[in-house]
């Protein structure tokens, strides 16, 4: 397994903060998955934690090569289980690409210490 790509982001809490609460189920639905929604108002709808979300969709859509605009933020699922490794999933546009890459694992970190949340993803796999 080779690594394909890397990406980064970096955002800043506080203008996640104000794009939500302008329009806040228009923002939701463009960037988080129901099961992300979900899970982001379970757990107290947390500026900082929306914000580090955002950076790692962000890092993983440079990771496999596209950016936003070739594919959407909700077609990147980050899954979060306390104690462990977020997980990535892919759907749509955002899948083909990175099979079109040969891209099989995307790692991902994510952290937010104000003002700031980042994130980076890894891609591996078998370029083709």
Known sequence: MDLVGIGV???????IGRVY???PQRFLRRILTAAE???FRERGSSMAALAARFAAKEA???A?????GPAAMNEVEILTTPGRQPQVRLYGT???LAAQKG???IAISMTHEPPLACAF???AGDPR
């Open 121 to 123: 993803a890894t891609a």
């Open 60 to 62: 993983v859509l440079k």
């Open 103 to 105: 891209i099989n694992k």
């Open 64 to 68: 496999i090569g596209c950016g936003i």
């Open 9 to 15: 982001d970096m955002v800043s809490i506080e203008r």
């Open 94 to 96: 955002a899948s083909v």
């Open 37 to 39: 929604e979900n899970s």
């Open 21 to 23: 609460k302008k329009h």
